[in-house]
């Protein structure tokens, strides 16, 4: 944890300096000032603005997916580009709203076909009193004595028709006249329609853009991270400071630039309760992973256990097996293949390695699938007796028994959890209670064994199972807990049976 001072006329400065280094992971206590929130809501609009060219230049330009602004936009398009495109997208969803408000209307007036209401007003005005209305489909229409009732339309929700010279009588409800005419509002729909497709046209004609808005994208992005810190340090009195995280390794050369600057620096390690950021760092063929764990909200704590490269292991083999089949698995790596050229050409420029990531991730899944499927004889569901010569291994029928499936399962299980017992005795070395994690790792084995007697044809229960079983036992009872703790803790033992 770093606190780091300085005069407040050397802020700017600082804040400069420590942004080239880039070593220091700051704690935001102001998470919203006007001065913030102008440089995130800078950041949105020219991500709306990319969306917005990026689906006007692929898709219908009737059913453009357009995000509404996010906030008010005065004064804060500061560039010309991304306010052009950001009033062309604003057009756009006025011209969707009103043209879906005047479908609407027209769809409620069509059964009344087209005539002109100003015709109606003035019969009404001359004492002939024009009332529309609709009926229930099979209804006897009612005696209007001397007045006209006219049906003009059917359908199986109802009859619709007009009654001149009297109002509607009971059983007839009354409806409002069109504001216009049927065809005049068709006429308005329709010269909408051509404003929204070529406002779409306008939008999609910044495609060209692309790459400047994204740079600027990223460019916004560093001004929003720069204004939040800079709102972050505080001013009191004569000093100025700002807290935040540093990795241990770069604190020497945090420290020697503190000394150059004249800047007050306090380190310590975290303490218990503080938001500490988590920095992984898993070798490169495993690094893929982490996308996951961000997608699935699963990254682990300060305190906690990096565990990527055993679940990429661990995950690639249940998702090979649950699809297990090698056509499906070379679908799944041309679908990646594909996806990621249309992402790669709407982007315009290279992509971040957060989305590579994703995609290598699924060459991996699609890769294990094909070898998965390939020793197991899984083309598609083809039977085994249409399958060339060449495409059969003899591994395929070790893998078409449901015993050997099992029992591999079972060893899967049971070295999963092995290793994450392992894991725990080593961080735990050289307390005793490792022992305890000892002790479980006999116990899951002794399990599996008991399991695969059961299960498993044709397995015996080893004769070590039982003397092993004890002994795991005993280390997991004896170690588990220290003395001290059996009082507070002791229900924990609860888990062993």
Wanted: with cysteine; proline share 6%.
């Amino acid at each position: 944890h770093v606190t780091l001072l300085c005069v407040p006329s050397a802020r700017e400065e600082a804040l400069a300096r420590l942004a080239e280094l880039g070593v220091l992971h700051v704690e935001l206590r102001l998470t919203d000032t006007e001065a913030i929130a102008s440089a995130r809501v800078a950041v949105e609009e020219a991500q709306r603005a990319v969306a917005a060219v990026q689906t006007a230049a692929g898709g219908d330009w009737r059913r453009l997916s357009i995000k509404a602004a996010a906030a008010s936009r005065e004064g804060r398009d500061r560039d010309p580009l991304v306010r052009g495109i950001n009033d062309l997208a604003d057009r756009y969803l006025v011209l969707r709203e009103e043209t879906r408000a005047l479908a609407a209307e027209i769809r409620r007036f069509e059964p009344w076909g087209d005539f002109d209401p100003a015709a109606a007003a003035r019969l009404t005005a001359a004492g002939r009193e024009v009332a529309l209305f609709k009926a229930s489909p099979g209804a006897p229409l009612p005696d209007v004595g001397d007045a006209l009732i006219q049906v003009l339309s059917r359908d199986k929700t109802g009859v619709y028709g007009a009654v001149v010279g009297a109002p509607p009588p009971e059983g007839l409800a009354p409806m409002p006249m069109p504001p216009k005419r049927l065809s005049a509002m068709q006429a308005d729909l329709d010269a909408r329609l051509e404003a929204m497709r070529q406002t779409a046209e306008a939008i999609a004609s910044h495609e060209k853009h692309l790459p400047d808005l994204q740079a600027q994208i990223r460019r916004g992005g560093q001004e929003w991270e720069y204004v939040s810190v800079a709102e972050n340090l505080t001013v009191e009195g004569p000093v100025a400071y700002i807290t935040g995280f540093c990795d241990a390794r770069e604190a020497d050369e945090l420290t020697a630039e503190a000394a150059r600057r004249g800047w007050g620096l306090a380190l310590r390690d975290p303490e218990p309760g503080e938001d500490v950021p988590t920095l992984l760092e898993p070798p490169t063929l495993f690094r893929p992973i982490t996308g996951l764990f961000r997608g699935l909200g699963i990254l682990p704590g300060y305190n906690e256990t990096d565990v990527s490269i055993p679940f990429y292991i661990f995950f690639t083999i249940f998702f090979a097996m649950l699809v297990g089949d090698a056509g499906y698995g070379a679908l799944i790596i041309l679908l990646t293949l594909f996806s990621r050229r249309q992402v790669a050409r709407k982007a315009r420029g290279p992509l971040p390695q957060s989305v590579k990531s994703i995609f290598t991730l699924f060459y991996m899944f699609g890769g294990c699938t094909i070898a998965y499927g390939v020793l197991s004889g899984n083309y598609f569901a083809i039977p085994q007796a249409a399958i060339p010569e060449f495409l059969r291994f003899k591994s395929i029928a070790w893998l078409a028994d449901v015993n050997h499936i099992m029992q591999l399962c079972f060893t899967i299980g049971a070295v999963h959890l092995s290793i994450a017992r392992l894991w725990n005795a080593a961080a735990l070395f050289p307390s005793k209670k490792f022992l305890a994690e000892l002790g479980w790792v006999g116990i899951v084995w002794c399990m599996y064994a008991i399991v695969c007697s059961i299960v498993v044809a044709g397995f015996e229960f080893p004769s070590w199972g039982v003397p092993a079983m004890i002994v795991s036992v005993l280390m997991v009872l004896l170690f588990m807990l220290d003395v001290s703790e059996l009082k507070e803790n002791g229900v924990s033992l609860g888990m062993l049976p």
